[in-house]
């Protein structure tokens, strides 16, 4: 009565090829990948550098900003799913200031975005804590004599504080990248695992759960599992490469 397993050479990588849903699940990957992680680094460094500042109640404020990242992953995505209700709060808000409202969780052409904007908010913090960390680490030494040089605010952020937050920067998108390629339960969640509506939240892991558990296509599952790390290896080669080149300019 158990399963009885053949090799099957290369055949599971070759039908990916022809799989339409592979496909879907890639280019939702991608455009997740491609949105969230700029818009998350951004944030972050945003985040951090108004926390770097002399401010009334920084301490506070970095509680508050940090909470998001300490909160369950799926307790989130339940009340995402509250606030993007179609009588809920986001459309509340929306109407109130009588801007269009939509349908967040069944409307296809804003479902990947409902988690974008989840996501981004709720990894954001994470990533300001390591910015955070490195702006302190930056001499202030640095900056005076930028000053007496004549040097703006502006001036200094793009020529010292960006340049010396490369490494950091170079982590954060890495890390970026591996989490937002893995993205798994909240689009479970928000679709019952289906990836819809019409698989407009279909991604790579997802798909790779639905045939490794419900069609119980083993061989298949795992083949697309050494597909998405070769992506997200070459993806990590690539930034690597960008951020080496930058720094030997």
């Known amino acids: 009565g158990g399963l009885s397993y053949r090799f099957v050479e290369l055949k599971n990588f070759l039908r990916t090829f022809e799989d339409e849903r592979v496909w879907i699940a890639l280019k939702n990957t991608i455009e997740y990948v491609i949105i969230v992680v700029p818009c998350q680094t951004i ?24 909470l998001p990242t300490v909160t369950s992953s799926a307790v989130l995505t339940l009340i995402f799913i509250w606030i993007y209700n179609s009588n809920g709060l986001l459309n509340g808000l929306l109407d ?9 969780l069944g409307d296809p052409s804003v479902a990947l975005k409902s988690i974008m904007i989840m996501n981004i908010w709720s990894t954001a913090p994470f990533f300001m804590v390591i910015y955070l960390a490195a702006l302190q680490d930056i001499p202030r030494s640095v900056y005076e004599a930028a000053k007496l040089d004549g040097a703006n ?12 937050l490369k ?6 998108m ?16 928000f679709s019952g695992g289906t990836g819809g509506p019409n698989n407009s939240t279909l991604t790579v892991v997802l798909l790779i759960y639905q045939y490794a558990f419900r069609s119980l296509d083993m061989g298949y599952a795992a083949a697309l599992a050494l597909m998405l790390a070769g992506v997200i290896l070459v993806t990590t080669l690539i930034q690597r490469g960008f951020f080496r080149e930058e720094k030997v300019n």
């Not at 951090?48 to 970095?62: H, S």
């Not at 109130?96 to 967040?104: A, E, I, K, S, V």
């Not at 605010?153 to 010396?164: A, G, K």
Request: a positive charge; zero cysteines; charged letters at 15%.
């Open 153 to 164: 605010e502006f001036d200094q952020f793009i020529n010292i504080t960006v340049p010396l």
């Open 174 to 189: 890495v890390m970026g990248v591996i989490g937002t390629f893995q993205l798994f339960d909240q689009s479970y969640i």
């Open 167 to 172: 490494p950091v920067t170079f982590f954060v």
């Open 96 to 104: 109130f200031f009588g801007l269009p409202t939509y349908n967040w």
């Open 43 to 66: 944030l972050a460094l945003v985040l951090a550098l108004v926390l770097n500042k002399e401010i009334k109640g920084k301490k506070w404020f970095r509680i508050i900003f940090f």
